[in-house]
Antibody, heavy 119, light 110 residues
Framework: QVQLVQSGVEVKKPGASVKVSCRTS????????ISWVRQAPGQGLEWLGC????????HYAQKFQGRVTMTTDSSTTTAYMELLSLTSDDTAIYYC????????????WGQGTQVTVSS | QSVLTQPPSASGTPGQRVTISCSGS????????VNWYQQLPGTAPKVVIY???QRPSGVPDRFSGSKFGTSASLAISGLQSADEADYFC???????????FGGGTKLTVL
């Protein structure tokens, strides 16, 4: 079955960067996009962007342009999301999800990674 | 402030039918497919309706979706306590050139 397993809890200081991983299995990695979605405490969902696994093409939300980098490693079928210049507003649970094209949906999700930014 | 507008809460008693609305614009719902996600407490979201009205395998047929113009709705019939969760609508937005979500609706089963 399709599985997305994310890396563990992160605690960072303001100004630092964080890199979260998402290891996938159970499907052909190259045939799907991977999106990243975050959820601040008690808040809704926010899409950060997506990456096409086989072409490494990225598409970032306007809000995060210049501050987020998404990559993939086909040899380990793992996706990565790095967010720079963290502030307390970046404290959230970060999810990876399969899918990203405008006609698709996010049909499988990772378990989430808690990222806390605090001095 | 979310791009898509949902009521913050909804409720019903077991066995009832409840409907959750999602309002958008021609930049999103009006021209793109709508998906609905269910988020049980402390878990990741899960798609319950995709492409406006399609149910993934494993989702009970008590869940249904519809879209008209720039609005969409999720209906849950035969309400069960297991349906108590947050529900989010989502669609592509061509003005923002990305996915947008509603603020979420907390469904309480009384």
């Amino acid at each position: 079955q399709v599985q997305l397993v994310q890396s563990g809890v992160e605690v960072k200081k303001p100004g630092a960067s964080v890199k979260v991983s998402c290891r996938t299995s159970g499907y052909t990695f190259s045939t799907y996009d991977i999106s990243w979605v975050r959820q601040a405490p008690g808040q809704g969902l926010e899409w950060l962007g997506c990456i096409t696994a086989y072409t490494y093409t990225t598409h970032y939300a306007q809000k995060f342009q210049g501050r987020v980098t998404m990559t993939t490693d086909s040899s380990t079928t793992t996706a990565y999301m790095e967010l720079l210049s963290l502030t307390s507003d970046d404290t959230a649970i970060y999810y990876c999800a399969r899918g990203g094209r405008s006609w698709s949906n996010f049909d499988s999700w990772g378990q989430g990674t808690q990222v806390t930014v605090s001095s | 402030q979310s791009v898509l507008t949902q009521p913050p809460s909804a409720s019903g008693t077991p066995g009832q039918r409840v409907t959750i609305s999602c309002s958008g614009s021609t930049s999103n719902i009006g021209n793109y497919l709508v998906n609905w996600y269910q988020q049980l407490p402390g878990t990741a979201p899960k798609v319950v309706i995709y492409s406006n009205n399609q149910r993934p395998s494993g989702v009970p047929d008590r869940f249904s979706g519809s879209k008209f113009g720039t609005s969409a709705s999720l209906a849950i019939s035969g309400l069960q306590s297991a349906d108590e969760a947050d529900y989010f609508c989502s669609a592509w937005d061509d003005g923002l050139n990305g996915w947008v979500f509603g603020g979420g609706t907390k469904l309480t089963v009384l």
